[in-house]
């Protein structure tokens, strides 16, 4: 894993059950994660932390999309929440060939 400090957005993708989130969210809204600010429902942010810090140092996961995205559901077990998380950008201002 790398020190560069990745944003990654959160997209939601889909609201299963009744279709309605109780924090507002619909599909296709967006949000921008850096690690220290975030106005963000708490329950879906506390499922997605842990992966949000791995795509934040660069890792990956075997399951995910051949982009790096993953979809992980939040845990509201009337009206799930599916968020595609994916990284946006390099933070060290460098580009991918570190020049």
């Not at 790398?2 to 059950?17: C, F, L, P, Q, T």
């Not at 600010?37 to 999309?65: E, Q, Y």
């Amino acid at each position: 894993m790398s020190n560069i400090e990745n944003d990654i957005e959160i997209i939601v993708k889909r609201i299963m059950g009744k279709g309605v989130c109780p924090a507002g969210y619909k599909p296709g809204d967006r949000f921008i994660y850096h690690y220290d600010k975030i106005d963000f429902c708490t329950w879906a942010f506390h499922s997605m932390l842990p992966f949000l810090t791995v795509m934040r140092f660069g890792g990956k996961f075997p399951w995910g999309n051949k982009d790096g995205s993953i979809q992980i559901c939040c845990p509201d077990p009337e009206n799930p929440v599916v968020f595609e998380i994916k990284v946006k950008e390099k933070k060290d201002g460098k580009d991918k060939n570190n020049k």
